[in-house]
């Protein structure tokens, strides 16, 4: 009985939430609705068929779009397992370093990837090196934080029992903690690599290059056919990366 109030409340306070919001935002449901007439037009009419234009640019853009992603998730996970060790209270007993470490990775993190790649464009300039360092940026803050979850879940009980047999800090970081950890540190790292192949076509769209600033010019130019595309090239590299990273996972892990 106290399940279904509590179901029936949360469901009162959703749509006060809804209401208030689209009072506030001037979003009105029914004409979203009576629009969709136009939208569906401009679709069929400007953006259908696709366009191919300068292939060259468009392999060329995806390329820099999968190397952007595949480099700084790599960079990323290097700097964070240096991180995750600095930050793991059972391995690095200067708890001051620790704080440091986890208030650091929770500040990159929280600072959307968008933010970064506006603040370094506007700071360096168009290009593929300030989309990287941005991925880089926040996959930092994303993998430190998991690789302490990962070191805290498993350090505590091994450094205890290895300790108790005499064993060094780093033997027991390189015979046990990193194998034992390993697993988890491969499928962060796949996850991350996937995030970051969807934001990297994103980041293109405000200045970082890849795919999303090759789609953005046509867009531009108020060429929709080829602007499609490149949105069709976009979701084949996701749908990709999806499927690559399931089945690096199943055969890896």
Do not use: H
Not at 224 to 229: H, K, L, P, V
């Amino acid at each position: 009985m106290e399940s279904r109030r509590a179901a029936r409340t949360f469901l009162y306070v959703l749509f006060a939430l809804f209401v208030i919001s689209t009072a506030f935002t001037k979003f009105n449901p029914i004409d979203a609705l009576l629009a969709q007439g136009e939208f569906w037009n401009f679709i069929f009419t400007d953006f259908i068929p696709p366009r191919i234009q300068r292939l060259g640019a468009l392999f060329t853009a995806v390329k820099q779009t999968l190397y952007m992603a595949i480099g700084a998730t790599g960079v990323s996970a290097v700097l964070s397992l240096i991180l995750g060790f600095l930050g793991t209270p059972a391995i690095c007993r200067f708890r001051l370093v620790g704080a440091l470490v986890r208030g650091f990775a929770s500040l990159l993190r929280n600072i959307p990837v968008l933010v970064w790649a506006f603040i370094l464009v506007a700071a360096f300039g168009i290009g593929t090196a300030v989309g990287v360092v941005s991925l880089v940026i926040s996959t930092v803050g994303e993998l430190t934080r998991y690789f302490i979850e990962t070191l805290d879940e498993i350090a505590g009980e091994n450094i205890e029992a290895l300790e108790a047999t005499g064993a060094g800090m780093l033997p027991v970081i390189t015979q046990a903690i990193v194998p034992a950890a390993m697993p988890s540190f491969i499928a962060w790292f796949l996850y991350c690599l996937e995030l970051n192949i969807r934001a990297s076509t994103i980041l293109g769209m405000v200045g970082a290059g890849g795919i999303g600033l090759l789609m953005t010019g046509y867009i531009k130019q108020y060429n929709y056919g080829a602007a499609s595309t490149a949105i069709i090239a976009v979701a084949a590299i996701i749908i990709g990366a999806n499927l690559l990273t399931d089945y690096l996972r199943r055969v890896i892990l």
